[in-house]
């Protein structure tokens, strides 16, 4: 059974961040928000979460504290600046969910040991988009002390259906790198084999039907499939994100290693350049076809 008395503190409110409070909440998770624009996080009140004005006061009372931001930059800022790693009570965990890169994940680490050894950190990407994280579907790489996972294991449950526990702190950003980077190439495929199949005159619908059911086309490929059939790129996850991981693997791996992913983050920066970074990833279709 769940233990009720939990408490969760979110800091970040965009896609991910706002999928992750809907699945808390709807487990009856107390749970705490803030972000920076005050005006996204807001209408979380009228849902029954707390709507804390600083990142320090929203973990005050947190057994668990969730960082989901854009970059490490903004994580230390939260931390550091605004005042949350001090603010945190003994014994609290800061589970850090954010794709930050390994580099900066055992800094920040170190910073904790330093600074607030009362506090257990874990490290803990994940891989879902906006629609499994508003279900609770994401996969959760989780990596830090064996000790911090009956504390954390009620709010896992809820925002995500499967965690994956890995080994030390660092590893869980290990294995998130090496998701994006499948993730990277499995979109570039289908934007291509589609942007490809429009140039030799075929329509969306009758390569979603010869695909269908077929062995070379996952769910999650047969979903962007359809996205674009519709012209649709909303963002599930948005250009500038994917490529941001990009560069992150790319620093472990070495572009001249790994030719391709370079070749394929080259790209993605010329669109992105273009003014599309906010899209979908699937939107390098409509930029192949011109």
């Not at 008395?5 to 928000?33: E, F």
């Not at 012209?231 to 994917?242: C, G, K, N, T, V």
């Not at 620093?251 to 669109?271: D, K, N, T, V, Y």
Request: aromatic content about 6%; some cysteine; glycine content about 10%.
């Amino acid at each position: 059974m769940m233990n009720r008395t939990t408490k969760v503190a979110v800091l970040g409110l965009g896609t991910m961040g706002q999928g992750m409070v809907h699945s808390a909440l709807r487990a009856g998770i107390p749970t705490v928000v803030w972000n920076r624009d005050p005006g996204v996080a807001r209408p979380f009140a009228e849902r029954g979460a707390e709507v804390s004005s600083t990142p320090a006061a929203a973990v005050r009372e947190a057994d668990v504290a969730i960082t989901m931001v854009t970059d490490a930059t903004a994580v230390m800022s939260i931390a550091g600046d605004l005042g949350m790693l001090e603010a945190l009570p003994s014994g609290a965990v800061w589970a850090q969910m954010s794709t930050i890169g390994v580099e900066a994940t055992e800094r920040i680490d170190s910073m904790v040991k330093a600074q607030r050894p009362d506090v257990t950190f874990i490290d803990a990407p994940v891989s879902g988009s906006k629609v499994p994280a508003e279900e609770g579907r994401l996969t959760i790489f989780a990596s830090g002390p064996e000790a911090a996972r009956p504390k954390v294991e009620p709010v896992f449950s809820a925002i995500g259906n499967r965690t994956v526990w890995i080994g030390p702190v660092g590893t869980g950003s290990r294995m998130k790198l090496v998701n994006n980077t499948l993730l990277a190439f499995g979109a570039e495929g289908v934007a291509n084999s589609m942007a490809l199949a429009h140039r030799l005159g075929l329509d969306s619908h009758c390569v979603l039907e010869a695909f269908e059911n077929g062995p070379l086309v996952s769910p999650w490929a047969a979903g962007k499939f359809r996205r674009i059939e519709n012209d649709d790129y909303s963002p599930e996850f948005p250009l500038r994100l994917a490529l941001k991981d990009l560069h992150l693997a790319l620093e472990h791996g070495g572009p001249e290693r790994f030719a391709a992913l370079a070749s394929l983050a080259q790209e993605w920066e010329q669109i992105v350049e273009q003014g599309a970074g906010d899209e979908d990833v699937t939107v390098v279709t409509s930029f192949l076809e011109r």
